[in-house]
């Protein structure tokens, strides 16, 4: 009985590890550097998944050593924050009901659309997939060319930062619409 009990236990934590993301952050992310600027930005986030609509907010800072975002309501209560060191990412989020977005995929989502292209080359290539950019739209698939994600930019390619753009993530099933608050450059 006991032997029976270790078994199902062992088994259990092989089955949570297959399924849990064992993703090391400094394997599939760039560098904050590979950014190549620094600032800081706010971005009004349109989130829509199935038939569900929500409105963010999103304060964004970024320099060499570090990519901080923290995730508001509009009515100005922080749900969520990110930051990531080039190596970890650290998050806190408030369980809010309807929000059921995470920090460090808000955090991924914006370092895919923003951060250029030969930054994430090396990291897309150990995971199989290939990413081409038009400099109009971004286009992220498998190795199968199965699209995962497409992101299309609404300004120039040297402005991203400072333009708006929108994200679909196609297995999930979501989209993002980014629109900068402040064009201060």
């Known amino acids: 009985m006991i032997n029976r009990c270790y078994i199902i236990l062992a088994l259990t934590l092989v089955l ?13 992310l760039p560098a904050p550097a590979d950014a ?10 349109q989130v829509q998944h199935n038939e569900t609509q929500q409105l ?19 009515s100005g209560i922080r749900l969520m924050s990110a930051e990531y060191d080039g190596e970890t990412i650290r998050q806190q ?3 809010m009901p309807g929000v059921d977005i995470r920090a460090e995929q808000v955090l991924k989502d914006i370092m895919l659309a923003l ?8 990291y897309l290539q150990q995971q199989g997939w290939v990413m081409a950019d038009d400099g109009r739209q ?8 199965e699209p995962v994600y497409r992101i299309k930019y609404h300004g120039e390619a040297s ?3 400072y333009s708006s753009l ?13 629109n900068p608050i402040d064009e201060e450059q």
Request: with cysteine; net charge neutral; hydrophobic share 45%.
């Open 16 to 28: 949570v590890g297959c399924v849990s993301p064992r993703l090391s952050p400094s394997l599939l």
């Open 36 to 45: 190549n600027v620094t600032g800081s930005f706010q971005q009004l986030i």
């Open 56 to 74: 963010l907010i999103a304060s964004i800072e970024v320099n060499a050593d570090h990519l901080t975002v923290v995730v508001l309501h509009p």
């Open 93 to 95: 989020q408030l369980m």
């Open 115 to 122: 951060w250029p292209m030969a930054s994430w080359q090396p």
């Open 138 to 145: 971004r286009l992220v698939s498998r190795a199968d060319g």
């Open 159 to 161: 402005q991203r930062w």
């Open 166 to 178: 929108t994200l679909e993530q196609l297995q999930f099933n979501y989209h993002l619409a980014i």
